[in-house]
């Protein structure tokens, strides 16, 4: 059975011509890059398994198209289990005290309660995302080097590292951004700590990577 009229010739009577196909816009295949490029990974607690072997890798990105991509397609914060932690660092930069990135900065640490892995978790961990693919700390979103987010019993993580605890400037402003961004209650603190490389591995090691 036909599934449509079949087309008439050009000089039968009543011919129409075909439709003129619309003009492609080009923003729907344009991609907007982004400043960096960007790791997402991701760590389960497995107790029989070492640290690293722990870590994986999820999908690497460098334009806004892909980051949305990947977001929509993975779980939120909240549904993940005890134990497990998503990490957003540049590109060459591997979430861990060691790295050379890493070993002389530090991180603005919030915790959450346990009402807010359900309220606030999910929301606050997306802005992170946000602000750092968005170079939203100005000339200070050089001294990023990523975002964690862990999820704990006794409450859930988000810290942004950064790579020079000496940067005193340019740690402020990220720290004085960043929670207005967030728009957290002022009860709410975000504090500053630095990275110390041997300390944390020993926490690595019964697997507690935040």
Request: glycine share 6%; hydrophobic share 35%.
């Amino acid at each position: 059975m036909a599934t449509s009229e079949p087309r008439r010739s050009e000089g039968e009577e009543g011919a129409t011509e075909a439709p003129v196909a619309a003009v492609a816009n080009p923003e729907q295949y344009i991609k907007h890059p982004l400043q960096n490029r960007w790791a997402l990974w991701y760590f389960k607690n497995d107790k029989s398994k070492s640290w690293s072997e722990n870590l994986r890798l999820i999908a690497k990105f460098d334009t806004v198209e892909d980051f949305w991509a990947l977001y929509n397609h993975i779980q939120q914060p909240s549904k993940l289990g005890f134990g497990c932690d998503y990490c957003l660092f540049k590109d060459g930069i591997k979430p861990m005290w060691e790295d050379d990135r890493n070993k002389l900065g530090g991180r603005w640490l919030m915790t959450l309660s346990k009402q807010q892995r359900h309220n606030d978790l999910d929301r606050y961990w997306m802005e992170t995302l946000l602000c750092l693919i968005g170079e939203s700390f100005d000339e200070a979103s050089e001294d990023i080097c990523g975002a964690v987010v862990n999820i704990r019993h006794k409450g859930d993580k988000i810290a942004i590292w950064t790579g020079n605890c000496q940067n005193r400037e340019a740690i402020m402003t990220i720290g004085q951004q960043y929670k207005e961004r967030l728009n957290v209650p002022v009860k709410l603190v975000i504090g500053l700590k630095r990275n110390h490389p041997i300390c944390y591995r020993k926490q690595d090691t019964k697997n507690n990577s935040g």
